[in-house]
């Protein structure tokens, strides 16, 4: 029996079709019938590692490029996204917990083997869109702050797979530590230089109120309209594999789940640390628009690229007052710049690996480790980034630029497409009575919020899809460009429709299965 168990572990790819992420599920020890505080900190991490994924790379340009072009007008989108991820990444680590399976599990188990590979590329096909993201933005850390070439540094940002491999040596808690102290050197990057910029208050506070400005179509500034900013703040925002990693990851706590009170322990306790965690995450991409407005001279910022905004931190000319200027004649506020870049980066790498792991395994019941999990996806993530640094390597140093923002950018559609096959699978199982017991069931107001949410975000991914397929041909596309850019995203439109209907129609059978099963089970017991 050893000595076959020891065979085992030598196989790269084996069969997984156990507790999510076994190795680390249940590992972490919480405390019994202690004080609020002590029970809250033993919670505390899961959380971290989703808010991760709500200030990634991805979310940079769009927020500072929405504050430079409409001023604080987008505050009510950054708002009214992370109240609603607060409300997702609830259900997300409720669903965990409560059903002890991650939302790649339960989709798995509740839908046919063809259903659950094609959700299963989808869903990669997402995951390798944010690792782009991180590519361009580590690789562009590594340029700015040690000068390193970017072919190299592109090469350089593959060899996070040891870090990575080293931090699955050290256990899972300390993990959660690396991460919540690189947020928080973010967070201190963005108060320090929106500190020095002192904006006006009174209209950030102002900001927050919802307005239908935000939806207008006009003004037309740099190349932007309030829509497409406030689009592409929640698509840089909301994205599908913090919901796949938060219903693994809640798992981490080791409860009793025979035990009600437990389990209600376990929910209640996951849901305060994932929205303190998400209010972090909600200041950084608020301080990140505030950059925009108050950091630099309105419209100062003609390159929205992360090399833009760097040599912006450092040009006095751009910059909003004399304190500011002063610094930046230091270099503090542009190096400043790329370290937060750096640690969103590598924070961002080991939450996509995780993730990738849960959705392979939940999904295709497919098992390899975590550093050749890593190895594969970064690999063919590098591979549209170096194209993209040769294809311009000749060319001015500008145009290099806007290719890798608009890479970056361009990537961020397969988004578009994954999102709903988590939203709405999310909400079905966590409305289920019979998926989630009478006391764990989604209450009449989040069922409300809930579907109000998942429809809006559908409905507000797909009708951006149109703007998101014609930038592929540039800032400035032709009449017949349009309308191929049209025809393309209805056909996608449609696929995405049908593909949904599917999904629901068997989560829908599944779940009536499931209730007879159950039913079965019970007329045995008392038989």
């Known amino acids: 029996m050893v000595e076959k168990e020891t065979t ?14 076994e190795e680390i599920n249940g590992t972490v020890e919480v405390p019994k019938g202690k004080g609020f505080w002590r029970t809250l900190f033993a919670y505390s991490g899961p959380g971290a590692l989703v808010a991760v994924g709500y200030m990634d790379p991805g979310n940079w340009s769009t927020s500072i490029t929405g504050g430079q072009n409409f001023q604080y007008l987008l505050m009510s989108i950054i708002l009214i996204s992370s109240l609603i991820a607060m409300l997702l990444q609830y259900m997300a680590a409720k669903l965990g917990i409560v059903t002890q399976m991650d939302l790649a599990q339960a989709i798995r188990a509740r839908t046919s083997r063809t259903l659950g590979i094609v959700l299963w590329i989808l869903t990669e096909l997402a995951i390798m869109a944010t690792d782009i993201a991180e590519v361009i933005g580590g690789a562009i850390a590594l340029y700015l702050l040690f000068n390193i070439p970017l072919i190299i540094a592109v090469f350089i940002t593959v060899f996070d797979v040891l870090v ?20 928080l050197v973010i967070l201190f990057i963005f108060v320090y230089q929106v500190a020095l910029s002192n904006p006006d208050w009174g209209a950030v506070l ?7 400005k935000t939806m207008s179509s006009s003004p037309h500034i740099g190349g932007q309209t309030p829509i497409s900013g406030a689009l592409g703040i929640i698509g840089a925002t909301v994205m599908p594999h913090n919901l796949y990693l938060h219903s693994s990851i809640s798992q981490t706590r080791k409860i009793d789940h025979n035990d009600e009170e437990d389990v209600a322990q376990a929910v209640k306790f996951s849901a305060w ?11 950084v991409n608020a301080l990140l628009l505030i950059t925009g407005v108050a950091v630099f001279k309105s419209g100062a910022v003609k390159d929205p690229s992360f090399f833009g905004l760097y040599h912006a931190l450092s040009d006095t000319s751009t910059l909003s007052n004399g304190i500011l200027a002063s610094v930046a004649k230091t270099g503090v506020l542009s190096t400043l710049f790329a370290v937060a870049l750096l640690a969103s980066g590598q924070n961002s790498t080991i939450t996509g690996t995780l993730t990738g792991q849960v959705i392979m395994e939940g999904f295709i019941h497919m098992k390899v480790p975590l550093w050749l999990r890593r190895l594969i996806t970064r690999l063919i993530s590098v591979i549209p980034v170096l194209i993209c640094v040769a294809l311009t390597s000749g060319k001015p140093p500008v145009e290099e630029h806007e290719a890798l923002n608009d890479l970056m950018n361009n990537s961020q559609v397969f988004l578009a497409f994954a999102l709903p096959f988590s939203m709405l699978p999310l909400l079905m199982f966590t409305d289920s009575k019979v998926e989630m017991g009478k006391r764990f069931s989604n209450s009449l107001w989040v069922k409300v919020l809930g579907w109000i949410s998942v429809i809006a975000l559908t409905i507000l991914n797909l009708k951006n899809l149109p703007d998101q397929i014609a930038s592929f041909y540039g800032d400035h596309p032709s009449a017949a460009q349009l309308q191929q850019a049209n025809i393309i995203a209805y056909i996608a439109i449609a696929v995405v429709l049908l593909l949904l209907v599917w999904t629901i129609v068997e989560l829908y059978q599944g779940n009536k299965r499931f209730k007879q099963a159950q039913e079965e089970k019970l007329e045995n017991s008392l038989n």
């Open 8 to 21: 085992k572990k030598h196989h790269l790819i084996e069969y997984a079709n156990g507790p999510s992420l």
């Open 164 to 183: 990575l491999l080293l931090l699955t040596k050290i256990g899972f808690r300390k993990i959660e530590a690396i991460v919540v102290a690189l947020i």
């Open 206 to 212: 102002t900001g927050l109120i919802p307005s239908a």
């Open 273 to 283: 640390d994932s929205n303190i965690q998400l209010t972090f995450a909600f200041f």
